[in-house]
């Protein structure tokens, strides 16, 4: 076996994701501190005196409550490397969640023990699902009053498809949370909080004599309902849990840190390590084969002492060494990789070497865009990361014309890091590009970004447009014409952009106006607001 087969074997990339306050970003901590990455968990909404998550960095992140860039924090536990991908939560984010999505072989998606399948967790799962990403099923919150389990169960199947196979099940109902039964190992652990939730939980390994004794009614009932798991046949099977058949599910609590050293064990002996992955041409790019890599997020400014700006690369194949001289397969051009990082939020630390499945941030990367292939060797190009379809639009200006220069380099930094989507027009000009975004929060970002980083504050003028298809230049006549729609041009790729106020005006222009070229992007089949 290579070097790169067999450190490959030892990876597991995976992202976490769930609806906005079911708990992703304490879970991304709680999953660090049980790993050693760091030594006390921080919460989004935390009592004073406790610190704040790491991997949120953004002032509007630490202000809200909410994840709205990636972080990837690489760690290792029982002799794997971790590399978890941290995702925007809030829907308003989910173009740079699904291209998250990219980079991972298997996904956590986390409930709310309370609320169940949450909107954007179906969204976020219909992406999955899509990319044929094995799921594993954390219900968060169980130390908080919720559902009944069996329900929960039955609403995973019932919304997802998937069949539920409980790894643990919990010991106590919602809110009355005193631990699990292992159903895998055969065993019942009783979880003890430590003062604040900010430690490792301690867990303590019950007899079956020592659990009825200590937690009576609930333990029976815990069994019970355990038996009848067994009776129906919803035991864990690894062939339908990576054929997107299936989902494991476990039970705790990420504040109190109650069940995930479990998550991670079963993430080890679960998760799907890397494999071989196919390229544009369809054609499967060996392990072994020389270094390949998916540039999958950019991201400036994550240090405001160094204004720099980083690509996440997840790598595909071969070995990656610090100092390398790759090919950026967009341009034909080298590219050098002089400095290489692991980067958690404002946390950083150099990498050396990495394997597939790992995720290298390689620094001052201005030429690299997010869908980008970087190899080395022979030419390979992997399939490029689609778009959202956009249904928010605004026209920007700068508020000082003695900050054009600012703005307009500012502008075109967060349209290469995919913050935005850029929309121009002669008619409008450079001063005013439109803005087009799947969610409005993404104009505060644009905002706060383009006022802290470059010094140049603007006004948004939003426009009552909803709708994005493609045309052609033939089309692009006849519309620019019409009344209730408008022909702009996408700056990163220079597509036609056909933008209407509704689809009922789209389809009154349609009738009055047969064989125009009217597409929705090829990507955006079956996948809920994406687009190519």
């Known amino acids: 076996m290579s070097t790169a087969t067999s450190e490959a074997a030892r990876r597991r990339t995976f992202a976490v994701i769930?609806?906005?306050d079911a708990g992703k970003s304490t879970m991304t901590e709680a999953l660090a501190l049980h790993a050693s990455a760091i030594t006390q968990a921080g919460a989004v909404h935390g009592k004073a005196g406790r610190r704040g998550v790491t991997s949120d960095w953004m002032e509007m992140e630490r202000a809200r409550g909410i994840s709205i860039t990636s972080a990837a924090l690489r760690f290792d536990y029982r002799g794997h490397v971790f590399n978890l991908v941290d995702t925007p939560g809030h829907a308003d984010f989910s173009e740079d969640t699904y291209r998250v999505l990219a980079a991972v072989d298997c996904a956590v998606m986390l409930?709310?023990?309370?609320?169940g399948m949450e909107p954007q967790t179906m969204k976020l799962f219909e992406v999955c699902r899509h990319r044929r990403i094995p799921v594993i099923t954390f219900v968060n919150k169980w130390d908080r009053p919720g559902r009944e389990p069996l329900e929960l169960l039955d609403e995973i199947e019932e919304r997802t498809g998937l069949r539920p196979t409980p790894v643990t099940w919990p010991i106590g109902g919602a809110g009355n949370f005193h631990g699990v039964v292992d159903r895998l190992r055969g065993r019942a652990v009783r979880y003890t909080r430590t003062p604040g939730g900010a430690t490792k939980a301690l867990e303590t390994e019950l007899t079956p004599e020592q659990a009825a004794a200590e937690l009576g009614a609930d333990w029976e009932r815990a069994g019970e309902e355990a038996d009848l798991l067994a009776a129906i046949g919803a035991e864990h099977d690894q062939?339908?849990?990576e054929a997107h058949e299936s989902t494991p599910v476990l039970f705790g609590a990420a504040l109190s840190n109650f069940g995930v050293a479990r998550l991670l064990d079963?993430?080890?002996d679960l998760a799907p390590a890397p494999a071989p992955r196919p390229d544009a041409e369809g054609a499967v790019r060996p392990l072994d084969a020389p270094f390949s890599g998916l540039v999958?997020?950019?991201?400036a400014n994550m240090d405001p002492a160094h204004r720099d700006r980083i690509a996440?690369?997840?790598?595909c194949s071969g070995r990656f060494e610090r100092g390398m001289v790759l090919t950026h397969a967009a341009t034909g051009r080298p590219f050098a990789t002089k400095y290489a990082q692991s980067v958690f939020g404002q946390e950083r630390a150099t990498i050396d070497e990495a394997y597939p499945g790992d995720v290298v941030g390689l620094v001052n990367a201005t030429a690299l865009r997010p869908g980008d292939t970087l190899y080395e060797g022979k030419p390979v190009e992997f399939p490029p990361i689609p778009s959202f379809a956009p249904e928010h639009f605004a026209v920007a200006r700068s508020r000082s014309t003695a900050k054009a220069k600012q703005f307009r380099r500012g502008?075109?930094?967060?349209?290469?890091?995919g913050v935005i989507q850029v929309l121009r027009s002669d008619l409008r000009g450079d001063q005013a590009p439109v803005l087009a975004a799947v969610g409005p929060m993404q104009f505060e970002v644009v905002e706060q970004r383009l006022a802290t980083e470059f010094g140049a504050e603007i006004v948004l003028d939003r426009l009552e447009y909803s709708l994005a298809l493609r045309t052609d230049a033939e089309s692009a006549e006849v519309l620019r014409r019409q009344r209730g729609a408008e022909v702009l041009t996408r700056s990163r790729d220079q597509a036609l952009l056909a933008v209407f106020a509704d689809q009922w005006r789209m389809r009154s222009i349609q009738r009055e106006h047969e064989g125009l070229t009217l597409e929705p992007l090829i990507a955006g089949q079956g996948l809920p607001g994406a687009t190519g």
């Open 18 to 20: 769930s609806h906005p």
């Open 111 to 115: 409930l709310d023990a309370a609320k």
């Open 239 to 241: 062939k339908a849990f």
């Open 266 to 268: 079963v993430l080890v």
């Open 296 to 299: 999958f997020k950019v991201q």
């Open 312 to 315: 996440f690369v997840r790598v």
């Open 411 to 417: 502008i075109d930094q967060l349209d290469g890091e």
